[in-house]
């Protein structure tokens, strides 16, 4: 989007009393020539912002999701669990995490990320520990409740928190970065399961209990040590020269995102009311649920469905691993390629397709070998959707309100998703052979390219709108004031939808 001549006003050091402004013509030239184009800005952000947030989700990821690698090593039996109170107690995790989005959303613009995101790494930390001195079903019924109310609030605050860093075409790549610790997380859970479970009888512990306790040490720690790692705004970054934050700010203000010390007078409830009535919002939610449901049961169950393949013991924790370090690098590499020709459908339909050509081979009668085969398909296939799902959202939203709530509703209808999941496998579709559970699964799948074709299509028509209108208007875009899209949003005429 290219800027009008209009004299914009200099950035004020009192950013919580002014509205958003710009850098000044005289140094706007100077900016523009010293940085322009200059992919190493953006890499001196990646440095100091991306290692704290994907660690911290990966974390997130290694906490919640033991509970899997727990289940084979010993959980199960030690706490007298069946497979409906297994489901019971996935659930109890995914609830509070499904619901707790919007109260955290706010509560980070109200304090800030760079004391929302550590404490809530700490507090879940903490309760993660408690799992591995539980003697109860009911106490690991209390633990898993609120380790999804305190997790809850991550995925959309780093997404949200990401958005207000990097221009929308910038930032799937960095957000898929983030979500491949999600696959990292998974593939690491098994290694690590496969190490700790020989710590068996240490302290007069199970090994599934070491493998609360270490996992969630080493969360409480990092949590601590964000503190003084992670940044509030790209102004706070010190690796950023005075024009590289000035250009930065720059690029944000085109796609109409603020940043942090700037007051936002377009967070309303008005706002938050009018994501709800945005179509697009809608179908990528609808996607959401359907990929969510994927990857909640390949994130909770892959371990016992591996086992119920014929592999058991440290060899089935090993099993897991192959597939998701090859979805991890499988969805980092196209969702670079998705940033470079912003396209975010069609990476959903690329990466939907090899899902359902995996879930197809999974659902037939063949040799285990085979069937272990088709999870390099699905796994990378329903991974690989993840990273397009948040972002689609967050680029096609502006100001700060409709973004915040559509990456909120997004991810409770993926978290609801997982907790269908959660029953879909071995209460509805009982082990070994989970037949139902993947038929149903392929027909998500199917689903998921759908609403990706159908939101393509809907976001082409509001651009083709758009650029109508444009040339009914004639002149040139404004870059702030009445009808910019810093003051309308993705109302505004001059808004592009990514594709």
Same mark, same amino acid.
């Given at each position: 989007?290219s800027?009008?001549?209009?004299?914009?006003?200099?950035?004020?050091?009192?950013?919580?009393?002014?509205?958003?402004?710009?850098?000044?013509?005289q140094?706007?030239?100077?900016?523009?020539?010293?940085?322009?184009?200059?992919?190493?800005?953006?890499?001196?952000?990646?440095?100091?912002?991306?290692?704290v947030?994907?660690?911290?989700f990966?974390?997130?990821?290694?906490?919640?999701s033991?509970?899997?690698?727990?289940?084979?090593?010993?959980?199960?039996?030690?706490?007298?669990?069946?497979?409906?109170?297994?489901s019971?107690?996935?659930?109890t995790?995914?609830?509070?995490?499904?619901?707790?989005?919007?109260?955290t959303n706010?509560?980070?613009?109200?304090?800030?990320?760079?004391?929302?995101?550590?404490?809530?790494?700490?507090?879940?930390?903490?309760?993660?520990?408690?799992?591995?001195v539980?003697?109860?079903?009911?106490?690991?019924?209390?633990?898993?409740?609120?380790?999804?109310?305190f997790?809850?609030?991550?995925?959309?605050?780093?997404t949200?928190?990401?958005?207000?860093?990097?221009?929308?075409?910038?930032?799937?790549?960095?957000?898929?970065?983030?979500?491949?610790?999600?696959?990292?997380?998974s593939?690491?859970?098994?290694l690590?399961?496969?190490?700790?479970?020989?710590l068996?009888?240490?302290?007069?512990?199970?090994?599934?209990?070491?493998? %609360?306790?270490i996992? !969630?040490?080493i969360? $409480? @720690? #990092? +949590?601590? *040590?964000s503190?003084?790692?992670?940044?509030?705004?790209?102004?706070?970054?010190?690796?950023?020269?005075?024009?590289?934050?000035?250009?930065?700010?720059?690029?944000?203000h085109?796609?109409?995102?603020?940043l942090?010390?700037?007051?936002?007078?377009?967070y309303?409830?008005?706002?938050?009311?009018?994501?709800?009535m945005?179509?697009?919002?809608w179908i990528?939610t609808?996607a959401?649920?359907?990929?969510?449901?994927?990857?909640?049961a390949?994130?909770?169950?892959?371990?016992?469905?591996?086992?119920?393949?014929?592999?058991?013991?440290?060899?089935?924790?090993?099993?897991?691993?192959?597939?998701?370090?090859?979805?991890?690098?499988?969805?980092?590499?196209?969702?670079?390629l998705?940033?470079? %020709?912003?396209?975010? !459908?069609?990476?959903? $339909? @690329? #990466? +939907?397709? *090899?899902?359902?050509?995996?879930?197809?081979?999974?659902?037939?009668?063949?040799?285990?070998?085979?069937?272990?085969?088709?999870?390099?398909?699905?796994?990378?296939?329903?991974?690989?959707?993840?990273?397009?799902?948040?972002?689609w959202?967050?680029?096609?939203?502006?100001?700060l309100?409709?973004?915040?709530?559509?990456?909120?509703?997004?991810?409770?209808?993926t978290?609801?998703?997982?907790?269908?999941?959660?029953?879909l496998?071995?209460t509805?579709s009982?082990?070994?052979?989970?037949?139902?559970?993947?038929?149903?699964?392929?027909?998500?799948?199917?689903g998921?390219?759908?609403?990706a074709?159908?939101?393509?299509?809907?976001?082409s028509?509001?651009?083709?709108?758009?650029?109508?209108?444009?040339?009914?208007? !004639?002149g040139?875009?404004?870059?702030? +004031?009445?009808?910019?899209?810093?003051?309308?949003?993705d109302?505004?005429?001059w808004?592009k939808?990514?594709?």
């Amino acid at each position: 989007m290219s800027a009008s001549s209009e004299s914009p006003r200099k950035t004020s050091s009192q950013g919580h009393d002014d509205a958003p402004s710009f850098v000044p013509d005289q140094e706007k030239s100077f900016v523009e020539d010293h940085v322009d184009g200059d992919d190493n800005v953006w890499y001196k952000l990646d440095l100091v912002v991306l290692p704290v947030v994907t660690i911290m989700f990966f974390l997130s990821n290694l906490d919640r999701s033991n509970i899997g690698n727990a289940s084979i090593a010993g959980l199960l039996t030690a706490l007298k669990m069946t497979p409906r109170q297994y489901s019971i107690a996935l659930t109890t995790t995914l609830v509070p995490y499904a619901l707790v989005n919007f109260g955290t959303n706010l509560l980070m613009k109200i304090i800030g990320p760079r004391v929302m995101l550590p404490t809530l790494c700490i507090l879940w930390g903490l309760v993660a520990t408690l799992q591995g001195v539980v003697t109860s079903y009911s106490g690991l019924l209390a633990c898993r409740f609120f380790l999804g109310l305190f997790e809850g609030g991550l995925l959309p605050g780093i997404t949200l928190y990401l958005s207000s860093f990097y221009p929308r075409r910038r930032l799937q790549a960095r957000a898929s970065v983030v979500l491949s610790s999600v696959t990292l997380a998974s593939a690491f859970s098994g290694l690590l399961a496969a190490a700790l479970i020989k710590l068996h009888g240490m302290g007069g512990r199970p090994g599934w209990a070491w493998l %609360f306790i270490i996992e !969630g040490v080493i969360s $409480i @720690g #990092f +949590g601590l *040590l964000s503190y003084f790692l992670l940044p509030s705004s790209p102004t706070d970054i010190f690796l950023l020269t005075e024009q590289d934050k000035k250009y930065i700010a720059q690029e944000l203000h085109k796609d109409g995102i603020i940043l942090a010390e700037e007051r936002d007078l377009k967070y309303t409830k008005a706002e938050v009311f009018r994501t709800f009535m945005r179509p697009h919002v809608w179908i990528v939610t609808l996607a959401g649920f359907f990929n969510g449901s994927s990857v909640g049961a390949l994130g909770y169950f892959l371990p016992q469905i591996i086992v119920g393949l014929g592999w058991t013991g440290s060899k089935a924790q090993l099993m897991t691993v192959p597939p998701f370090a090859v979805a991890a690098f499988l969805a980092i590499t196209a969702s670079i390629l998705s940033d470079k %020709f912003a396209r975010r !459908g069609l990476t959903m $339909i @690329g #990466f +939907g397709t *090899l899902a359902t050509i995996g879930f197809g081979i999974f659902t037939a009668k063949l040799p285990a070998h085979t069937l272990y085969g088709s999870l390099f398909l699905l796994t990378p296939g329903v991974f690989g959707i993840a990273p397009s799902l948040g972002t689609w959202l967050a680029n096609n939203s502006a100001p700060l309100a409709r973004r915040a709530t559509a990456v909120s509703i997004g991810t409770i209808a993926t978290n609801f998703g997982a907790i269908f999941s959660t029953w879909l496998f071995g209460t509805i579709s009982p082990s070994p052979t989970y037949h139902t559970a993947k038929v149903t699964l392929l027909v998500f799948q199917i689903g998921t390219v759908l609403a990706a074709v159908a939101n393509i299509f809907y976001l082409s028509a509001q651009n083709k709108r758009n650029e109508r209108l444009q040339q009914e208007h !004639g002149g040139s875009e404004p870059y702030k +004031g009445e009808g910019s899209v810093m003051e309308a949003g993705d109302d505004s005429i001059w808004y592009k939808f990514v594709m």
